[in-house]
């Protein structure tokens, strides 16, 4: 069992990864900041924070990253902003998490892995669950904004698989996060007569960037050799639960019955995988 030290930690980093959910949707439904400057935001104070945690191991941000990754990075950052000007908290994370999950599944089975049995059951379950989410209903999410949060899952799953070599995680992270600063300034150029800013529109956007992204981050970097792979994926499905739940009680957002289906079939397929990739092994040494 993990100690009560990366609990604390693994606790902390979750709660950080459902609070960009809400500070995104706070700051897009409740101020006057546009989605492109909230973006920009995230990006240069997570940068930032990040850049400064990297400098106290005494080591420059530079070193680490890669540019297709600060791309994947960016276009996460920026379709998860815009898709937020639509999405309830709780409707955008458990998207978001779903398609990362799912666009990682996808990239295995191109490399030649496999999914049999259980696996193959919770992997058609979970993708059924996302495909349900977007049919036309009365409580279903704008087409929109859903299409942008699974287009920001689906690059945040492949930055995931472009950062799995990167020795030293915090390192990779900060030298991504410094580049994507170039993608999210041309696209303020582009939109500029668009951009729009307010006080607390910045508040969020900082706190998004530098303590749900930055701050987040190191936590969870931190917890990761305390916990194995599987717990490691495993306890990340609580962020869309502990998302809607933030979304419902501060900002008065409903948890319709067909979010909470939909959660159970995402959610549970996704476990489904996971505990399959648990028993193989075992089952290879019988």
């Known amino acids: 069992m993990p100690s009560t030290r990366t609990l604390s930690l693994t606790g902390l980093a979750m709660i950080a990864f459902a609070g960009n959910s809400l500070l995104c949707r706070l700051a897009l439904k409740a101020t006057s900041i546009d989605a492109v400057s909230f973006t920009g935001i995230r990006i240069f104070s997570g940068a930032l924070v ?49 398609a990362v999950q799912v ?80 993608f999210a300034a041309v696209l303020a150029l ?24 930055g701050i987040g981050y190191a936590i969870w970097y931190s917890a990761l050799p305390g916990l194995s792979a599987i717990q490691g994926a495993s306890v990340q499905l609580s962020v869309p639960i502990l998302a809607a739940l933030s979304g419902a009680v501060l900002l008065g957002e409903a948890i319709s019955l067909r979010l909470a289906l939909v959660s159970l079939a995402v959610l549970g397929g996704i476990a489904l995988i996971l505990l399959a990739k648990v028993r193989a092994p075992v089952a290879g040494r019988a």
């Open 190 to 213: 582009l939109f500029h007569a668009d951009l729009r800013l307010d006080t607390p529109g910045i508040v969020y956007a900082v706190l998004s960037g530098a303590v749900a992204s």
């Open 50 to 98: 990040l850049a400064l945690l990297l400098k106290l191991r005494r080591r420059v941000a530079g070193e680490g990253g890669n540019w297709r990754a600060a791309a994947a990075l960016f276009v996460y950052a920026a379709a998860f902003s815009y898709a937020y000007v639509q999405l309830d908290a709780g409707t955008g994370a458990l998207l978001l998490f779903g």
């Open 103 to 182: 666009t990682m599944i996808l990239v295995g089975l191109l490399r030649g892995e496999s999914l049999r049995g259980q696996a193959l059951v919770g992997f058609l379950l979970a993708l059924g669950g996302l495909l349900v989410q977007l049919l036309p209903s009365a409580s279903a999410p704008p087409l929109a904004g859903a299409l942008l949060m699974l287009l920001s899952g689906v690059a945040w799953g492949l930055y995931s698989l472009l950062g799995r070599k990167g020795r030293d995680p915090l390192a990779t992270t900060t030298g991504n996060f410094v580049r994507a600063i170039a």
